[in-house]
């Protein structure tokens, strides 16, 4: 029933992303600028999947103890590493020819950005956290499944935030999502 329960959030994931919202921000921005296309940002998404779900099984065998305290270390331990080798990296993208990375001069962001940047910040720090906490508490599986509920949540966001309609197949995914998530956690 676990194996059913992934095809479903899978297909419902697939779903849902199968048809942007009316506004098609994402493909409009891509078709201005001459960057990724809608499919390309897919793959790299499918990807970016598949190696946290490489980490997350490395995470619960690498673990000695799961406990909170050990798991929160774990993540401090991330965070560190984060900011020193990876930050850095954003200056050496901004020196390399391309449309997607290079967008003349490297400035901080200002205003309204900065205080967006600082907000997500702390919301990926939370989300790191109860990540972590959530992957030692339960299993790895229930834990991405579960994060894919932020699909639906992000649909009714838009909903509420931008007043974008939820089309029918974006319904039936986020359906799909849901009672995966109910399969994984009560059977």
Known sequence: SKGLAVVLALLGVALVEGGPGVNNAAATSAAST???????GNLLVLLAALL??????KLDALLPVPDSLTANAFVSL???VTFALLWPGIAVLDCLPGC??????FR???GDAARGMLLSGALAFAFNIFFCLATVLTSPLTTSVGCMLSVPASLAADLMIHGDPIGFSALGGSALVIVAFLLITFL
């Not at 997607?100 to 001069?105: E, P, T």
Request: proline share 8%; charged share 10%.
């Open 34 to 40: 001459g960057c990724l296309s809608q499919a390309s």
């Open 52 to 57: 946290y779900a490489l980490y997350q099984i």
């Open 78 to 80: 991330q965070g560190v």
């Open 100 to 105: 997607c990375f290079s967008s003349g001069d």
């Open 108 to 110: 901080p962001p200002d």
